[in-house]
């Protein structure tokens, strides 16, 4: 099967027909053999009835219905291990993502031996108290993961080369960085693609300003995780070595100070518990010891984790 279209959708009832026989006009044009993987992620508007009667016509058609919404990334997750094609193409549900892109971003992956390609929106119909932020976790994201050449690391229409998507997990807020976990995951030849932004058709947005803030917290979880994972200790016992060392100079600096003043017969101003510093040092060595430990302790679990030696291979000669 040459191309999986992989579209996660929430209470999108009346842009589906529209956008299944977009999908199969684009599909047949080109003569591509396809499927598309519908994810209801708990919709209560119908969707599944609306997937279920499309299916009639329109055989290429799967469906994944969740009980409850989990959220885009378990929908993703879950499309991702069902999909069959060489090629896996992504995009929302709303009529915002075009699939006269399809083949441009299945060409280049094909031709250029691409593993990711993440569209771009370069002009956008969002309103601005969507595309500041979006620009700031951008840049963020960038300067973290060090992939410099996307501009839009949440666009929803990406193109993937079928080992990548069943060789990451995405979960919580994941989503948005699914370029970031492909890079950790060793798929370097990452692309972007200038794409259509449609305003929407139908309903209404289903992000609020939560987002923002989750999408933060796991840009952090995919750096530590992907940086430090297998090695917790080069973390948390570097910063506690420092922590140690810093606080140790401090106090000695200070018994240095008190027993010079003695030598030398020199009135003690204040002592030594009455001084800023010496609580200072204080801190920093209880906590340079708790981060050693804590790095210690993330040590031994790291090493009898029963992943602890499954790495990515990418050919075998046997």
């Not at 990451?168 to 960085?177: A, F, K, L, T």
Request: charged fraction near 25%.
């Amino acid at each position: 099967m040459d191309i999986s279209v992989v579209v996660p959708l929430y209470n999108e009832v009346e842009s589906l027909p529209e956008l299944t026989q977009w999908i199969r006009e684009v599909m047949l044009k080109n003569e591509f053999s396809y499927e598309i993987i519908l994810i209801d992620d708990g919709s209560n508007d119908g969707s599944w009835d609306k997937i279920e009667e499309l299916r009639v016509d329109h055989t290429a058609i799967k469906g994944i219905k969740f009980r409850r919404n989990y959220g885009k990334s378990a929908a993703l997750n879950v499309g991702f291990a069902m999909a069959d094609g060489d090629v896996v193409i992504t995009m929302d549900a709303d009529l915002q993502d075009s699939p006269d892109e399809i083949p441009i971003l299945f060409n280049r992956i094909k031709k250029e031996k691409l593993d990711l390609i993440s569209g771009w929106k370069k002009k956008r119909y969002d309103p601005l108290s969507k595309t500041i932020p979006t620009k700031f976790f951008n840049a963020a994201t960038r300067s973290m993961s060090g992939i410099r050449n996307l501009h839009d690391f949440n666009c929803g229409l990406k193109a993937y080369r079928k080992d990548v998507v069943k060789n990451i997990e995405v979960y919580g807020e994941m989503h948005r960085y699914i370029p970031v976990l492909a890079k950790w995951a060793g798929f370097h030849k990452i692309e972007e693609q200038v794409v259509e932004h449609r305003a929407r058709k139908y309903g209404t947005t289903k992000f609020g300003f939560s987002r923002f803030i989750n999408g933060f917290l796991d840009l952090l979880s995919i750096f530590f995780v992907g940086k430090f994972g297998k090695r917790p200790m080069h973390f948390f016992g570097s910063m506690g070595v420092l922590s140690f060392l810093i606080g140790t100079i401090m106090a000695l600096w200070i018994i240095g100070e008190k027993l010079y003043h003695i030598a030398f017969h020199i009135k003690i101003q204040r002592e030594v518990t009455e001084q800023p510093l010496f609580y200072v040092a204080l801190v920093a060595v209880i906590l340079g010891s708790q981060l050693f430990l804590t790095g210690f302790v993330a040590e031994l679990v790291s090493r009898n984790s029963d992943t602890r030696n499954n790495y990515l291979i990418e050919k075998e000669l046997v």
